[in-house]
Nanobody, 125 residues
Framework: QVQLVESGGGLVQAGGSLRLSCAASGRAISSYTMGWFRQAPGKEREFVSALTSSGVNTYYADSVKGRFTISRDNVKNTLYLQMNSLKPEDTAVYYC??????????????????WGQGTQVTVSS
């Protein structure tokens, strides 16, 4: 199983940018579909973005399309999430995930998947 550690969260004003990183160890992230989820206070964890193991296909929640970009560096074994034009509603704890899986219309953690510990993103208005 791959171990994941997120970093890069913080406090930013609306309209600003942040780049989250997810450093992986134990296995190559190129072996997995990798993804980002987030959880705001009082809400369920929700899907944000995913990148397939081929590195070709990307998926985004409608709420972040055109503003967020998922990518990875296979040499550094690190997943990224570039977040631009941030809004207060983007405030949440962001989690990296190995092997997110699409079940009908919902992304969940698939068999053998793992979560990072999360990193807080706060966007002030």
């Amino acid at each position: 199983q791959v171990q994941l550690v997120e970093s890069g969260g913080g406090l930013v004003q609306a309209g600003g940018s942040l780049r989250l990183s997810c450093a992986a160890s134990g296995r190559a992230i190129s072996s997995y579909t990798m993804g980002w989820f987030r959880q705001a206070p009082g809400k369920e964890r929700e899907f944000v973005s995913a990148l397939t193991s081929s590195g070709v296909n990307t998926y985004y929640a409608d709420s972040v399309k055109g503003r967020f970009t998922i990518s990875r560096d296979n040499v550094k074994n690190t997943l990224y999430l570039q977040m631009n034009s941030l809004k207060p509603e983007d405030t949440a704890v962001y989690y990296c995930a190995a092997n997110p899986t699409l079940r009908r219309t919902t992304w969940i953690l698939g068999p053998g998947g793992s979560w990072g510990q999360g990193t807080q993103v706060t966007v002030s208005s």
